[in-house]
């Protein structure tokens, strides 16, 4: 396997606050990683410095060995990183199928996925295409924000937390679409709260704390113990 | 038979002040942002029309084809390099920019075409007139009152059937958002100034012909504009021509009272409509 994506000492500020302190992250072709953590860990800050929406101030992002780092965020998504932003961002003028279309906007030629297979991936969006994307519930609006980003056909798609504020058999439904995202020919980066479903998901998790990573390993390796203590700040030594 | 006719011119003239409007209202609708300029770059375009025309002997119904492209390159040029980069959080730098684009504008054509009155001269079809047997109505002013139903159904149809008006409403509602998605803001911006300028010559073209004008005038279509953009509720293009209506209808009747209240009667009923309903007759839901 080769690295599709590589950070390395990547430090971003979100305004005056530093967020990441020189982190180190490679996804493999192929491959999905989770990023857990607490609120404020920098999950976030990190999903937004790879896609150009947040500040670099040192370090570089190189997407199949390219460097990416500081490029606009138009410019990302158009070399094959989308992201299902935190909070699913659907625009609210925009019908469900106008919401899926949208993220095809920059495409240029053909991929695996269009609109009809993302509707066969989430019958419920050809169901409801006509609605306003907001009208939907927030399972099927999470669905619409990872059908919009699959839109561009994307080499990595970001997934920023996917289960926040969801219903457990909601979040369920929306990982069973992950092996056929896979499939694609997608690597996944996922960002949770959700301790058990990022080890599920996974091959690889990493663990942040205040801007850092502090725990890295397949999700075989890691005992409970070290993700608890990782994830909580509590130290041993 | 009186009132129809007063009625009937009212409403032709609502035509006028919705051109005038549409392109404010698509401009703020996109940006959220409020040209003061808009007024004399639609002055701007009717010099254009009218020195294509004197300069080529082409009709001005002719010359608009012409000037339409050349407003179009300029809007785009205005907000690439300049409307762009005061566009932000805080909605003062671009009301004052555009506000000294307006007194540059103004100085600009004073200095060019001196301040006499000009009018651009359509021939014959000025005076026509259709008689309907219950009202007779100016050829000019059914045309203006058609092309500002077409200008609003097509700026209808390129928001909600196209990919380019598709970009338009996702960057007005979310312009970081729209970015993840391979959307340029800046160029969308350029591209909703370019097309409100297109619309500003065709509102030009029928300012021109129907009256005189000089360098100055532009604030007082500006203020028709708005009041129209604001009566119809802010980013919804068919309110906007229900707002150019409500204005010329008052204008009418107010002047059918007494000739010298034409001008305060659309002032008066904006104020009116914004009493009853302040965020005007046909809100955006989602504002």
């Known amino acids: ?237 | 038979m009186m009132l129809i006719d007063t009625l009937a011119q009212g409403m032709l003239l609502g035509g006028l002040y919705a051109l005038f409007a549409a392109g404010l209202s698509l401009v703020f609708g996109i940006m959220r942002l409020v040209n003061l300029a808009h007024g004399d770059l639609i002055i701007l375009a009717a010099y254009l029309i009218l020195t294509v025309a004197t300069v080529t002997g082409l009709h001005p119904f002719v010359a608009v084809l012409i000037a339409a492209p050349l407003m179009f390159g300029f809007g785009w040029l205005l907000q690439t390099h300049l409307l762009n980069r005061v566009l932000g959080n805080d909605i003062l730098p671009p009301l004052l920019v555009t506000f000294g684009l307006s007194v540059v504008i103004q100085n600009g054509l004073l200095s060019t075409f001196t301040a006499d009155s000009q009018k651009l001269t359509a021939g014959s079809i000025e005076a026509a007139s259709v008689d309907l047997g219950v009202v007779t109505l100016g050829v000019m002013p059914v045309l203006t009152f058609g092309s500002a139903v077409l200008v609003i159904f097509l700026l209808n149809q390129l928001f909600y059937r196209t990919a380019l008006g598709r970009a338009f409403r996702a960057t007005s509602d979310d312009a970081v958002t729209a970015q993840l998605m391979g959307i340029r803001p800046q160029r969308v911006f350029a591209m909703a100034t370019g097309i409100a300028m297109v619309v500003a010559t065709i509102a030009a073209l029928y300012l021109g012909t129907r009256a005189n004008f000089d360098p100055s005038i532009g604030p007082a279509r500006l203020l028709y504009a708005f009041e129209a953009v604001i009566i119809g509720g802010l980013g919804s293009l068919w309110g906007t021509l229900a707002g150019g209506i409500v204005i010329g209808l008052a204008q009418a009747i107010g002047a059918s009272i007494n000739p010298e209240w034409q001008i305060l009667s659309g002032h008066i009923a904006f104020v009116l409509v914004l009493l009853i309903r302040p965020r005007g007759l046909f809100p955006r839901a989602n504002d």
């Open chain 1, 1 to 237: 396997m080769s690295a599709l994506l590589t950070i390395a000492g990547l430090t971003a500020h979100y305004g005056d606050f530093q967020a990441l302190f020189g982190v180190d992250l490679t996804l493999d072709q192929g491959q999905t990683v989770a990023i857990i953590g607490a609120n404020g860990a920098g999950k976030t800050t990190l999903m937004r410095a790879i896609t150009g929406v947040a500040k670099v101030t040192a370090g570089s992002v190189r997407l199949a060995g390219e460097e990416i780092t500081r490029s606009p965020a138009p410019d990302i998504l158009t070399r094959g990183v989308a992201m299902v932003p935190e909070g699913r961002k659907l625009f609210p003028s925009l019908t469900v199928e106008e919401n899926l279309l949208i993220g095809a906007h920059a495409r240029r030629g053909n991929g695996f996925w269009t609109l009809e297979r993302i509707q066969t991936l989430f019958p419920i969006l050809k169901e409801r295409r006509l609605s306003p994307g907001t009208a939907l519930s927030g399972g099927q609006q999470q669905m619409v924000a990872i059908g919009r980003a699959l839109m561009s056909n994307p080499q990595v798609l970001l997934c920023d937390e996917l289960s926040l504020g969801l219903a457990p058999v909601v979040i369920k439904e929306i990982y069973a679409a992950f092996p056929q995202i896979k499939d694609s020919g997608t690597s996944i980066i996922v960002v949770e709260q959700d301790i058990s479903q990022a080890l599920r998901v996974a091959d690889h998790v990493h663990c942040m704390m205040e801007g850092r990573i502090t725990l890295s390993g397949r999700p075989s390796e890691l005992s409970r113990d070290a993700i608890h203590d990782a994830y909580f700040g509590v130290n041993h030594a």
